[in-house]
């Protein structure tokens, strides 16, 4: 009888990666996908980046105990981690496994149909950063480079299969010990290359050179974490840079590469952030010109510096400041759509109905498409 497996994967696009490299390793052992009733093994990949994502975390966990009663359970990543005594607690069928005892190696995707049409590598695990309010640095640990070889083979082995776009993914993604060396590396097919997420303080010249002159091979579109556009409240977060010299990188990037889109991530409600800070954060989202914006109402992390900080936010005015930035993104994203109208970009076609530009928008399929295909379309 063959072993059925069931993988729920919350949270970020490494966390992702790393379910589909659950999933490959499985299937190639002989076993196979099924609903989450009839598992016999049952994956679930936790996260606590926020409040939100930690209460979806442990609701997942618990209405999945609940309808399959004979399932092995493992639990991995960062919630799990950090609550660890708490999940114990819920059956005595779950058990919690770090992402080294539970890495698979050298396990293959390859073009299983089971797959998003858009494979990732995970590259890089962990992060030397101590920002005030993250908890994911206590549950990664520190950072850690995957092997360059190792990387390089996926990636052949992905594009050799027909995969048209791979997708690079971290913890910290820029911290890894030689991005530059290992993109230039894998410039030589014709699988486009896209960066996950890349704080502002990696992204070196060499970088943005390299991705100026590739032509499209790698994505012209960078998600470049914010948090606030507020200097004072910058530093309060620990972040490596203030709202200046942010700015700077941007114009730095617009001006190197013309047809960049940038998405990014902003924090509202902040302990401390006042109107001003607010007003600056708005501001300087405008100058930059994003495509999305990721907006996060502050979320209390016990254990973080900042889940103890005086003038702690009252959550109607998070709320009111979160759906303000949320109406400005929209109508950013709007805003770059119309200026890309009439030019050519290749998308990636995700299913018959949607498709995702180079500049990550999202469109109609073109007819006649077929998923995985990177076709050149007339925005």
């Excluded at 994967?9 to 099924?34: H, M, Q």
């Excluded at 396990?107 to 858009?118: D, G, P, Q, V």
């Excluded at 998600?223 to 941007?250: C, T």
């Excluded at 010109?289 to 996060?296: L, S, T």
């Amino acid at each position: 009888m063959s072993k059925k497996f069931y993988i729920k994967s919350l949270g970020c696009k490494v966390n992702r990666a790393e379910a589909d490299d659950f999933a490959a390793y499985l299937l190639e052992n002989g076993w196979e996908f099924s609903s989450s009733e009839e598992a016999d093994l049952i994956l679930i990949n936790t996260c606590t980046v926020t409040h939100t994502a930690e209460k979806k975390t442990r609701k997942a966990v618990k209405s999945l105990c609940t309808t399959n009663k004979k399932a092995k359970i493992i639990l991995t990543g960062c919630s799990c981690v950090i609550h660890s005594d708490f999940y114990k607690s819920l059956d005595s069928r779950i058990e919690i496994i770090s992402k080294k005892d539970l890495d698979v190696g050298c396990a293959s995707i390859l073009a299983n149909e089971k797959f998003r049409t858009r494979a990732s590598i995970k590259i890089q695990d962990g992060c030397d950063n101590a920002c005030t309010y993250c908890i994911v640095h206590v549950a990664r640990g520190k950072s850690v480079s995957l092997d360059k070889k190792f990387i390089i083979n996926r990636f052949n082995e992905l594009s050799d299969s027909g995969v048209k776009e791979v997708v690079l993914t971290g913890v910290n993604l820029g911290a890894y010990n030689d991005l530059c060396g290992l993109l230039t590396e894998l410039l030589h097919s014709d699988t486009r290359i896209r960066l996950s997420s890349i704080e502002p303080q990696n992204l070196t010249d060499d970088i943005i050179d390299l991705i100026a002159d590739s032509d499209g091979k790698i994505c012209r579109h960078l998600h470049l974490p914010l948090q606030s556009g507020s200097s004072r409240i910058l530093k309060k977060m620990a972040r490596h840079y203030n709202a200046d010299e942010y700015l700077s990188l941007v114009y730095k990037l617009r001006e190197k590469i013309p047809t960049i889109a940038l998405s990014t991530d902003i924090i509202v409600g902040f302990p401390g952030e006042d109107s001003s800070d607010f007003k600056q954060s708005f501001d300087l989202c405008n100058k930059c010109g994003f495509m999305k914006i990721h907006v996060f109402p502050y979320s209390v992390r016990v254990g973080t510096p900042a889940a103890i900080m005086p003038n702690q936010i009252p959550e109607d005015i998070k709320q009111k400041r979160a759906k303000n930035l949320r109406e400005l993104s929209k109508n950013l994203a709007i805003k770059d759509f119309n200026a890309r109208k009439g030019s050519s970009e290749l998308v990636l076609v995700e299913s018959k109905e949607v498709s995702r530009t180079e500049s990550y928008h999202t469109i109609a399929s073109p007819k006649a498409s077929k998923p995985g295909e990177l076709i050149s379309v007339i925005l």
